[in-house]
T-cell receptor, first 111, second 114 residues
Framework: QKEVEQNSGPLSVPEGAIASLNCTYSDRGSQSFFWYRQYSGKSPELIMFIYSNGDKEDGRFTAQLNKASQYVSLLIRDSQPSDSATYLCAGSTGSARQLTFGSGTQLTVLP | DAGVIQSPRHEVTEMGQEVTLRCKPISGHNSLFWYRQTMMRGLELLIYFNNNVPIDDSGMPEDRFSAKMPNASFSTLKIQPSEPRDSAVYFC????????????FGPGTRLLVL
């Protein structure tokens, strides 16, 4: 079992809709979680990080963390075609707490 | 501020040749990471340095791979000899203090081994 699992998608939503991306993790000791966006042919870029249970909002993005259920999610409100990318979830795992990345969810926002 | 710098951006080589990838982390960051990304295996951590010292190299696939960080502003990842299955995008990333913090990625090196 991978330490960080994502629903691989692909996920398609119409422009203006809410896109919901989910991630589960197996290491209960994981403390920090990150969402990265990766456009095709580009490097991952940070969208948000979250350490505490609950919601964290930044503009159109909301990260949610539930440590009891071991899941992390990212909501994108008012989705735009420019949001079309692969979204990578990462959690700090292992003895050195290095980031372990999920396999990514490909999101397409349809105009 | 300059981000993470990697060179070369593209590398095409023949099986058996030595390949050296280079990385300059963000100034002031004391942690550096080498990742490999393929369609099949996703983004995998190869090795992690903290204050120029290798902390975790458990992701290095085999002895053909080696990494060094001679100083705080430079790291290399070497593959010798290279094989076609090494074809991938290799990313270098750095973070301010440690492994569990925000990592900033370089543009990557696209390696093709023929």
């Amino acid at each position: 079992q991978k330490e960080v699992e994502q629903n691989s998608g692909p996920l398609s939503v119409p422009e203006g809709a809410i896109a919901s991306l989910n991630c589960t993790y197996s290491d209960r000791g994981s403390q920090s979680f990150f969402w990265y966006r990766q456009y095709s042919g580009k490097s991952p870029e940070l969208i948000m990080f979250i350490y505490s249970n609950g919601d964290k909002e930044d503009g159109r993005f909301t990260a949610q963390l539930n440590k009891a259920s071991q899941y992390v999610s990212l909501l994108i409100r008012d989705s735009q075609p420019s949001d079309s990318a692969t979204y990578l979830c990462a959690g700090s795992t292992g003895s050195a707490r290095q980031l372990t990345f999920g396999s990514g969810t490909q999101l397409t926002v349809l105009p | 501020d300059a981000g993470v710098i990697q060179s070369p951006r593209h590398e095409v080589t023949e099986m058996g040749q030595e390949v050296t990838l280079r990385c300059k982390p963000i100034s002031g960051h004391n942690s550096l990471f080498w990742y490999r990304q393929t369609m099949m295996r996703g983004l995998e951590l190869l090795i992690y340095f903290n204050n120029n010292v290798p902390i975790d190299d458990s992701g290095m696939p085999e002895d053909r791979f080696s990494a060094k960080m001679p100083n705080a502003s430079f790291s290399t990842l070497k593959i010798q000899p290279s094989e076609p299955r090494d074809s991938a995008v290799y990313f270098c990333a750095s973070s301010l203090r440690g492994a569990g913090e925000t990592q900033y990625f370089g543009p990557g090196t696209r390696l093709l081994v023929l």
